[in-house]
């Protein structure tokens, strides 16, 4: 029974992935070869795609998406790489985690909001550079962030994103039992054979870690190539990244211009395949010198240097984060704030009151989804996980589902998510909620099940045979030893299924024709409005509305733990003071006994 | 007591031409019988399938074992039966005691339902049993509280308490004190028979197969 039940959980969960990515991908191919019934479009050609290639400026949006794109991530990766080469086996690895963390979870388009706030001309940096130099107006024309030609500035922002993701990816791997063996070991054999903590991170650490973070990687990069968010807010505007015009496209009055941007999505996932063939280019020859490192003999590698480059980038964080949570909440409370000055002159709550009076239902709206999605994402993975062990896939089955697992991930959203929204009015123009919560399910499930799936086959079996041993069924195993024993993973694969959800912008506004907002829409839209502090409230509730899933899954389980100790210490108690009243009983009932 | 009418009946756990085969290959091949009086010693070097037996008598063998021959509990044979069907209590090296659970929960979790008709009589009985091995008061702790030498004891208390048929020992002394052992093995086949409970043990350690005293089955390295 239940074992069945968790095997429908698997089919379920394959088809939330598989399903919209496929119908999503179709509903782009046909309106970019120029079938569009909707606007008396029947016939298949290419004429599109000439339409597209002459558009003014496309070689250089495909340029600032490739650049912004493999850019971005071979230097998050190499920055990854150098801090962990830095303080990997060392006490400062925990206080790197912990520093990142936050980052993880704020939302893309929440980060780039902060950023502005800290670097824009006329932001925490300038002020600081303002102050010192005496000038009184912010320059307008020397700074290169934001708005730069060359996608410097969306490339910076993309990097501060991807440094913690790939950390975090890179630590889970390696803390996986059968790797963490291995790597200790090989940590100690290097060191005893001479070599310095970074060259046996980057000769024996990280070639047999590698594979395992590359498809993690890729999704980066893929993500980096096509993102909307921070091209959008930090980027140049004419031209803007690919992506950027996709949105404009589909957006634009002139439905017609949707046939464009159905090619131009299709043109995305070219530029994304291409991403990946530069990225490997790289890759290929990095390795190719790195074998040849091997047996050089040479014990250091760059010791100082890694050393000296893993501290700065501890340093720039450690200045970014703290700056960000600065600028950011004293600008939802400033009432002037002249340039150059530190601090605000006066302080004011008519930002948060204009906010809550307007953030109602968008907070309602971010929450329900974000709860929808996160509780039966965590079901449906729960289940599945089980479904592995008792009714254990074939092989092949296995492959086609972890290729699934990161389908969502490996196709641009803009590539497919217009083309499901087009199939979902097909079926309904009703049940918006519905087509939104499904784009979102395709992003938070495979967060959800990599975060679980680590710490599920963890998980000791023997304490599984033991419980079936004792004769309870598969279900009393499930309900009674394992998913106590997972609390802690659950809950926090849960916050992390919400802060996904909490952070898309580009699902909820498609699938949604814009009609649920929620706290992210609202925040991106607020950037081209009127106030900059309101701005700034948006994005220090978007800041903290993620942290509120993690803060009940780190606490939750340590109030469980305190109470059933309560309890216990309380049994004790009772029992104490029961033996001692039937002591006092017997005691009794001899002076009775003898009293007759 | 459930010891009391144990004793009378005849339980008998054997092994007809049982073979373990890995990819189709011979790896185990084990016939014979064990009563409740009686404990049967399982030895050889590590890595050739003392415990891939175990696993097959208790139904938790994966692939790539597969077995032919039959395992009977009393003439019936289990092996159609679901792994928690059989009634076959298993234990390791490790307590392997819930951790979210305390001492008592444990034990509670492993009675079958309704073996008692109140809580408070079940209550009772775990008190009396945690007495019969000192560990009085020692219910209402958590499992961190206990030191190794209470958590094996803890531990045989649970797999009792759900009355098997039959139970599997996988090298369940190794992990302890050279002090604690003997003690430890002692106490554990001395509750097995008065049980009447047929038990088959692996290990490699020969004193465990003394102490055991029934039938030795060698197998050969593989």
Redo the contacts between chains.
Sequence with gaps: MFSQITVYARYALLLLLLVPVTVGVIGVVFPALGYFPALGEHSFSFRIFVELLNVQHIGQMIWLSLFSGVGSTILASFITFLLLAHCYQSSLLNKIQALLSPMLVLPHAAAAIALLFVLSPSGLVARFIGTITDSAMPSTTVGLFPYDEWGLSVLLVLVIKEVPFILLMALSVMAQPNNKQKLEGYQRAGTALGYSAPSTFFKLILPSIYTQIKLPILAVLVFATSNVEIPLLIGLNNPSTLSVAILHWFNHVDLSMRLLGSAASILQGVVCVLAIVVFFTVERMISWWGRRQLSTGRRNFFNRTVALLGTCTFGIYAFLIAGVVYTVVSYSFAEHWVFPRLFPEALTLLHWKTAFSAIGQPLLNTLLLGLATSVSSVVLVLLTLESEVLV?ATRKAAALFSFSLFLPLLVPGVAFLYGLVWFQQLLSVHSLGFHTYIAHMVYVLPYVYLSLAVSYQRF?N??V??????????FQ?FW??KL??L?NSVLVAWALGLAISFSQYLPTMLASGGAIPTVTTEAVASVSGSSVRLTAVYAVIQAVMPLLGFVIAWTLPKLITLN??RR??H??KS?RISSHMSRKERLEKKVVHHGR | MAVDTGAKEKRILSLQHLQVEKEGKPLVKVNTQVNGQSVLTIMGPSGCGKTTLLNAISGQLAAPFTFTGDISINGRSVIALEPYKRNIGIMFQDALLFEHMSVKENIAFAMPPKLHSTKQAQSQAIDTMLQEVSLEGFGDRGIEALSGGQQARVSLLRTLAAEPDVVLLDEPFSKLDASLRSQIRTWTFEQIKQRNIPAVLVTHDIEDANAAGGEIIELMPC
């Excluded at chain 1, 045979?465 to 598969?474: F, H, N, T, W």
């Design positions: 254990p000791d023997r304490y045979m033991v419980a079936q041993s004792l004769g309870k069924s598969p195993v009674y030893v106590p024993a609390l059933r100790e216990r210490t049994n004790r029992k």
